[in-house]
């Protein structure tokens, strides 16, 4: 089964934001729990100082410098009950009554600790107990604790906190009880706000991821219409939005769109010009071979009927060559012989080879060479020049001069292809690499048929082949320049 890209990002996003909460659930449940114990350890640290109190008197402590502690009559009338004060602690309500010191002072007397916390004090001179509340755990007091303040929580059931003194060893206990169940509580209360802030983020986030990939859902839907043969269709810059990303990547579909439809376009064109270059010979020989089987004609007659078939049949055969020249190219199946060799020494050799033809023509063929190496598959090169060389000859009626020039500059090869002749049209430049393309007034179509129009794309598929580019320049009536660039 497969996501799609919105789920795997809210997935991953539902991950992080569970890893995320969970810490921060945990870092604020133990921060809290840290935060109450030390509250805790507060409040047992407020019972310690009046068990330490000078006047202090414990129910079993020898009664030697204090009168017995007086006792609340039982049933006595409230208004006898003047001068007794009632003690807050829960526990026993026990009574606090004022008495007198030697020196007539007043003082109270406080025998318990508030409800929920437990006390015992141990006489450290004697080891005698001097004190202790009913509601002490039955648990042995570790030994070695009584040596200043000690805290610790002992079975997970209580915390306690030892001090001593000269005169006592004094422990002060809580139950933790109510504690842990506060515990229990916190961390309900944690979940459910973590479970509530994890759905609104979650929710959030959807929201976000949604509209964030909705540029990418634009530009599947615009790649679906293009699959489906509507070529001319765009991602529109106003659906994409803001994001770099998705910016560049409607610029580089949209341009890879368009080139798409450019490289359909050539096709279908180069398969009409195909059939319409090959549907021409064809036709004539079809013709010329009906002619012949009507009726008997003489042998003049079927030689020139022969004439006209071979003709035809040698452009065909042309035709196709270079077609399939061309598609070994484009497919990238043709293999190069790459070789360094001087660029004077292939030129010169090259020149020697055309001249004949182009003097033949009343031309004229000039070299200009520097020194420097060349790589390349020199078969090759010498076909894109021979041809360029031929293509001046063939479109011009008059004599001209041809300059066949080579020199290295900057790390590359520069070989090129002048002449004076009567020039190319500056509508047509863009053109001239066009497969089955010629000028409507290029000589070639009248006087020389064996020219199709793919010599200058086959040139071209060549020249790229090796790693560079060819390019024209040129000003009518005075000067036509093909340049070859190739890396050195």
């Known amino acids: 089964m497969q996501l799609s890209l919105k789920w795997q990002i809210q997935l991953w996003y539902a991950l992080i934001l569970v890893v995320v909460l969970a810490t921060l659930g945990t870092g604020f449940y133990y921060y809290e729990k840290s935060r109450r114990l030390s509250v805790l350890d507060n409040d047992l640290d407020v019972q310690v100082p009046p068990l330490l109190s000078p006047h202090r008197l414990f129910p079993n402590q020898r009664q030697t410098d204090r009168p017995p502690r007086p006792r609340a009559p039982e049933n006595l009338p409230p208004r006898e009950l003047e001068g007794w004060e009632r003690t807050d602690d829960p526990i026993a309500s026990a009574m606090r009554h004022p008495s007198q010191r030697k020196d007539g002072s007043t003082y109270f007397e406080r025998y318990y600790v508030p409800r929920g916390y437990y006390a015992r004090v141990i006489d450290k001179g004697t080891g005698e107990l001097v004190y202790t509340t009913e ?17 610790r929580t002992r079975e997970q059931l209580y915390r306690e906190i030892f001090h001593s003194n000269p005169r006592y060893n004094i422990i002060v206990g809580m139950d933790l009880s109510n504690f842990q169940d506060g515990l229990f509580i916190l961390r309900w209360q944690i979940s459910g706000a973590l479970f509530a802030l994890f759905l609104m983020a979650l929710g959030i986030g ?5 509209r964030a990939l909705r540029p990418l859902v634009k530009i599947e839907q615009t790649a679906m ?38 490289l359909f376009s050539r096709q279908t064109r180069f398969t009409a010009d195909a059939s319409h270059e090959l549907r021409t010979p064809l036709t004539a020989l079809i013709a010329q071979l009906e002619l012949g089987s009507k009726r008997s004609r003489s042998p003049e007659e079927y030689e020139r009927i022969l004439a006209v078939c ?86 011009n009626t008059r004599p001209i001069t041809i300059w066949l020039r080579g020199r290295g500059e900057s790390g590359r090869v520069l070989i090129e292809v002048a002449d004076d002749g009567k020039g190319i049209q500056p509508e047509n430049v863009t053109k001239l690499f066009d497969r089955f393309y010629q000028e409507e007034s290029s000589h070639t179509k009248v006087a020389n048929r064996e020219n199709v129009g793919l010599g200058l794309s086959i040139s071209q598929a060549i020249v790229e082949a090796h790693g560079g580019s060819i390019t024209v320049k040129s000003t009518p009536e005075i000067e036509t320049v093909f340049t070859v660039e190739l890396p050195q």
């Open 135 to 151: 509601n002490f755990p039955a648990v042995e007091v570790p030994a070695g604790h009584f040596d200043g303040y000690h805290y």
């Open 206 to 210: 959807y929201i976000m991821v949604s």
């Open 225 to 262: 219409r293009i699959a489906e043969g509507k070529l001319g269709e765009r991602i529109p810059e106003s659906q994409v939005g803001s994001t770099r990303e998705f910016v560049q990547l409607s610029d580089h579909l949209n341009e890879t769109f368009s080139k798409l439809e450019s």
């Open 310 to 395: 071979m003709r035809s049949t040698m452009r065909i055969a042309r035709i196709t060559e270079q077609l399939i020249e061309l598609s070994r190219y484009d497919s990238g199946r043709i293999t190069l012989e790459l070789t360094s060799l001087p660029l004077a020494g292939m030129l010169r050799g090259l020149t020697e080879e055309l001249e004949a033809a182009v003097t033949a023509q009343g031309s004229r063929l000039r070299l200009e060479l520097s020194d420097g190496l060349v790589r390349c598959d020199p078969f090759r090169i010498e076909q894109v020049i021979t041809n360029l060389v031929n293509n001046a000859v063939q479109h």
